[in-house]
């Protein structure tokens, strides 16, 4: 079973999911907000709150601004543009290290998806322990290659993608000798439909690339991420809020801090409790044997000498005499002892 470490913690199949609350541009360009947010989320039992790192350059071409100049979307007021938005949202240089120092001295891992080489330089720079790439640039190879290069853990969200397309990208870490690679089963659609999840495939990401899988989420709620540990999700990514009603792009479909309380307390339940497919009895079981299960009981008043017939039996707790399921080495067998209406059975009762 492989083995990767995010941080502190040592990630791998069926292993308690380590949560990344993702905060990406919902700090809305306020570096209050995104203090408060990664407060929130650490209170909440996150173990990790990701940005995303890209600048006004470094993500959208001009043609895309220009096609783009009112950022529409039927559910939202936004403030203006999408080039004003970019621009708002982008974190600085500075901004980045301030808040990798706020992350760190509040014990609460920093992580941030690079969306260039120099961002990644960057990254690597202030220190994050694990990168993020996200689902846009699954194809773009150079890019992956150069991030893997840090030779730190690759955080590799499939949305979009092909298992030829995501093979690729891992041979692409391995190429630089990174094989510290843990796949996010993921679907780029902000929410999607449930029956576009496909949770299914976790486990065939897990059986064709023998490696650590995840689950990236873009549902409403907390259902669809606590289902997904059922199949071994070793990490589990959900977009973060404080507010689903502030304007911006993931607000709405992101978890607010009760939501991100409930996928941490409940994922670490449910990953506990799927337990070994061996099938076992545990101790605490062992000892309600005694007090659930029933014992033999004769069904009226008997006589030392009486040999005893199926008529003369019945079963009544507690299941601390003769087992229901002994009653063929006690039918014809003759009584030691008399016994009331009512009274357990046991084996030295009988001759």
Same mark, same amino acid.
């Given at each position: 079973?492989?083995?990767?470490?995010?941080?502190?913690?040592?990630?791998?199949?069926?292993?308690?999911?380590?949560?990344?609350?993702?905060?990406?541009?919902?700090?809305?360009?306020?570096?209050?907000?995104?203090?408060?947010?990664?407060?929130?989320?650490?209170?909440?039992?996150?173990?990790?709150?990701?940005?995303?790192?890209?600048?006004?350059?470094?993500?959208?071409?001009?043609?895309?601004?220009?096609?783009?100049?009112?950022?529409?979307?039927?559910?939202?007021?936004?403030?203006?543009?999408?080039?004003?938005?970019?621009?708002?949202?982008?974190?600085?240089?500075?901004?980045?290290?301030?808040?990798?120092?706020?992350?760190?001295?509040?014990?609460?891992?920093?992580?941030?998806?690079?969306?260039?080489?120099?961002?990644?330089?960057?990254?690597?720079?202030?220190?994050?322990?694990?990168?993020?790439?996200?689902?846009?640039?699954?194809?773009?190879?150079?890019?992956?290659?150069?991030?893997?290069?840090?030779?730190?853990?690759?955080? &590799?969200?499939?949305?979009?993608?092909?298992?030829?397309?995501?093979?690729?990208?891992?041979?692409?870490?391995?190429?630089?000798?990174?094989?510290?690679?843990?796949?996010?089963?993921?679907?780029?659609?902000?929410?999607?439909?449930?029956?576009?999840?496909?949770?299914?495939?976790?486990?065939?990401?897990?059986?064709?690339?023998?490696?650590?899988?995840?689950?990236?989420?873009?549902?409403?709620?907390?259902?669809?991420?606590?289902?997904?540990?059922?199949?071994?999700?070793?990490?589990?990514?959900?977009?973060?809020?404080?507010?689903?009603? &502030?304007?911006?792009?993931?607000?709405?479909?992101?978890?607010?801090?009760?939501?991100?309380?409930?996928?941490?307390?409940?994922?670490?339940?449910?990953?506990?409790?799927?337990?070994?497919?061996?099938?076992?009895?545990?101790?605490?079981?062992?000892?309600?044997?005694?007090?659930?299960?029933?014992?033999?009981?004769?069904?009226?008043? &008997?006589?030392?000498?009486?040999?005893?017939?199926?008529?003369?039996?019945?079963?009544?707790?507690?299941?601390?005499?003769?087992?229901?399921?002994?009653?063929?080495?006690?039918?014809?067998?003759?009584?030691?002892?008399?016994?009331?209406?009512?009274?357990?059975?046991?084996?030295?009762?009988?001759?």
């Amino acid at each position: 079973m492989k083995t990767i470490k995010l941080g502190n913690k040592e990630v791998y199949n069926f292993s308690t999911p380590y949560i990344i609350a993702e905060i990406g541009a919902n700090h809305n360009g306020d570096m209050e907000l995104a203090k408060k947010m990664i407060l929130s989320a650490k209170e909440a039992g996150a173990d990790c709150v990701k940005f995303q790192s890209w600048t006004p350059t470094s993500l959208v071409s001009k043609e895309e601004y220009e096609k783009n100049q009112v950022y529409t979307d039927s559910k939202k007021k936004h403030f203006g543009s999408l080039q004003e938005m970019v621009q708002k949202y982008a974190l600085t240089v500075d901004q980045h290290k301030e808040l990798k120092t706020f992350c760190d001295n509040n014990e609460i891992e920093f992580a941030s998806s690079p969306f260039s080489k120099e961002e990644a330089d960057l990254l690597n720079e202030i220190g994050v322990s694990f990168f993020k790439i996200a689902s846009m640039d699954i194809n773009y190879i150079d890019f992956i290659k150069h991030v893997a290069s840090y030779q730190k853990p690759i955080v &590799l969200s499939t949305g979009m993608s092909t298992l030829s397309e995501i093979e690729n990208a891992v041979n692409a870490c391995y190429s630089v000798g990174n094989e510290q690679v843990i796949l996010l089963h993921c679907i780029s659609i902000y929410p999607p439909e449930y029956k576009d999840i496909h949770l299914n495939n976790i486990h065939t990401l897990q059986t064709v690339f023998d490696l650590p899988v995840g689950f990236s989420d873009h549902t409403m709620g907390t259902s669809i991420p606590l289902a997904s540990v059922v199949f071994g999700s070793c990490v589990i990514e959900k977009h973060f809020t404080l507010d689903k009603d &502030l304007p911006g792009w993931d607000h709405e479909i992101s978890a607010n801090p009760e939501e991100l309380k409930v996928i941490c307390s409940e994922s670490k339940n449910i990953s506990e409790s799927l337990g070994s497919k061996m099938r076992t009895v545990s101790k605490a079981e062992e000892n309600k044997k005694d007090k659930f299960r029933r014992s033999l009981v004769v069904t009226k008043k &008997l006589k030392k000498g009486h040999i005893l017939t199926e008529e003369d039996l019945t079963a009544k707790r507690p299941g601390t005499s003769i087992q229901p399921n002994e009653i063929e080495y006690v039918v014809g067998r003759t009584l030691n002892n008399d016994l009331e209406d009512d009274d357990l059975l046991k084996w030295n009762d009988l001759i």
